[in-house]
Nanobody, 129 residues
Framework: QVQMVESGGDSVQAGGSLRLSCVAS??????????MAWFRQAPEKDREGVAA????????DYADSVRGRFTISRDNTKNTLYLQMNSLKSEDTAMYYC????????????????????WGQGTQVSVTS
């Protein structure tokens, strides 16, 4: 059974930083080759892609709204996905989810949430101005 557990969410002031973690277990694919991403969902908004390893290797991609401020990374030895968030803004307030799939995703399609089979329960990030 696949499990993904996020942590690290908190309430911070604008300009601050947080690092989110997502520990995964029970995968049928190698953690280093699973297609993994971070999504977020603010109240009354659709869930949106934030950052990803869209092709299963080392290539990363980001939503324009977070590019240059957020960094996605992973530790294959710990089966852990990270999201380092710097220069946080009030509009970054949302529930953050990690997601994964063993099915190949084209580079331009990683934002389609329906492509991911596995989701965590989410961790809340609140940014106050």
């Amino acid at each position: 059974q696949v499990q993904m557990v996020e942590s690290g969410g908190d309430s911070v002031q604008a300009g601050g930083s947080l690092r989110l973690s997502c520990v995964a277990s029970g995968y049928t694919c190698s953690f280093s080759t699973c297609y993994m991403a971070w999504f977020r969902q603010a109240p009354e908004k659709d869930r949106e892609g934030v950052a990803a390893f869209p092709t299963g290797g080392g290539t990363t991609d980001y939503a324009d709204s977070v590019r240059g401020r957020f960094t996605i990374s992973r530790d294959n030895t710990k089966n852990t996905l990270y999201l380092q968030m710097n220069s946080l803004k009030s509009e970054d307030t949302a529930m953050y989810y990690c997601a994964a799939t063993s099915s190949p995703i084209s580079f331009g399609s990683w934002r389609d949430r329906w492509r991911y089979s596995y989701w965590g329960q989410g961790t809340q990030v609140s940014v106050t101005s």
